[in-house]
Antibody, heavy 123, light 107 residues
Framework: EVQLVESGGAVVQSGGSLRLSCAGS????????MHWVRQGPGMGLEWVAL????????QYAESVKGRVTISRDNARNSLFLQMYSLRPEDTAVYFC????????????????WGQGTRVTVAS | VVLTQSPGTLSFSPGERATLSCRAS???????VAWYQQKPGQAPRLVIY???SRATGIPDRFSGSGSGTDFTLAINRVETEDFAVYYC?????????FGGGTKLEIK
C-alpha cells in the first residue's frame, strides 16, 4: 500500500522559514516524480512544485518561485519543501503527492496523496 | 488556464445520475484533465485522468468525458459515499491549474 506522510507544518511569523518533509513507502520512490500541492483555508487546490525522479528537474509555481526549494533524498524515500520569506497567503495545508505517470516520466497529475501538514503564517 | 466549475453546489438524491462541469478558458492540450474527489478532512483522491480514464479502484459508475475546453464528470446512480467536493485539474498547459470545485450534496 502506497503511503505518503507529511510532517513539519507549524505556526510561523511572516518572513519566517519552514521545512516540510514527506516520507514515502509502498512504492519505488526513486522512480517517480513527486509534487507539493497546497490548499488554503476553505479554498481550492494549488500546485506548488515538482521534482523529477532523479532530482534533476525542479519546477515551481510563480506564486512561490524564489521563496521555496524542493528536494528529495531517494536513499531515505523522502521529499522536502524548504520555504523562506513566508507570507500570510502561504497559509495552507501542504500535501505531498505522487505523480501519476509511469516510472521516470512526468504526468503532472497526482495518483496518491498524503494527509497533509498545516502551515500557518501569522502576520 | 482558468478552470470554471459551476455551479458551486449540486444537489442529488441517491440513485440519480449526476453530471459535473468543468470549463477551461482555453483549449487543454491533449485533453489532459483529471478529476479528484475530496471529503472533509481528507486528502483529494484521483478519480479520472486523461479526461476519461478511471483511476485504480474507482467504481465504474464514474465516467469522464469531454475535449477542448469542456469536460464532464458523470456519476451514474450516485451513492451516499459519493457526496463530496470534486475538483477538476488541467495539466496539458503549464502551469497545471485546478478548478474551484463543485460540492455534490444530498438532496
Amino acid at each position: 500500500e502506497v503511503q505518503l506522510v507529511e510532517s513539519g507544518g507549524a505556526v510561523v511569523q511572516s518572513g519566517g522559514s519552514l521545512r516540510l518533509s514527506c516520507a514515502g513507502s509502498g512504492f519505488l520512490f526513486r522512480d517517480y516524480t513527486m509534487h507539493w500541492v497546497r490548499q488554503g483555508p476553505g479554498m481550492g487546490l494549488e500546485w506548488v512544485a515538482l521534482i523529477g525522479w532523479d532530482g534533476n528537474n525542479r519546477q515551481y509555481a510563480e506564486s512561490v518561485k524564489g521563496r521555496v526549494t524542493i528536494s528529495r533524498d531517494n536513499a531515505r524515500n523522502s521529499l522536502f519543501l524548504q520555504m523562506y520569506s513566508l507570507r500570510p497567503e502561504d497559509t495552507a495545508v501542504y500535501f505531498c503527492a505522487k505523480d501519476g505517470a509511469y516510472v521516470n516520466s512526468y504526468g503532472y497529475y497526482f495518483d496518491q496523496w498524503g494527509q497533509g501538514t498545516r502551515v500557518t503564517v501569522a502576520s | 488556464v482558468v478552470l470554471t466549475q459551476s455551479p458551486g453546489t449540486l444537489s442529488f438524491s441517491p440513485g440519480e445520475r449526476a453530471t459535473l462541469s468543468c470549463r477551461a478558458s482555453q483549449t487543454v492540450t491533449s485533453n489532459y484533465v483529471a478529476w479528484y474527489q475530496q471529503k472533509p478532512g481528507q486528502a483529494p483522491r484521483l478519480v479520472i485522468y486523461h479526461a476519461s480514464s478511471r483511476a485504480t479502484g474507482i467504481p465504474d459508475r464514474f465516467s469522464g468525458s469531454g475535449s477542448g475546453t469542456d469536460f464532464t464528470l458523470a456519476i451514474n446512480r450516485v451513492e451516499t459515499e459519493d457526496f463530496a467536493v470534486y475538483y477538476c485539474q488541467q495539466y496539458g498547459n503549464s502551469p497545471s491549474t485546478f478548478g474551484g470545485g463543485t460540492k455534490l450534496e444530498i438532496k
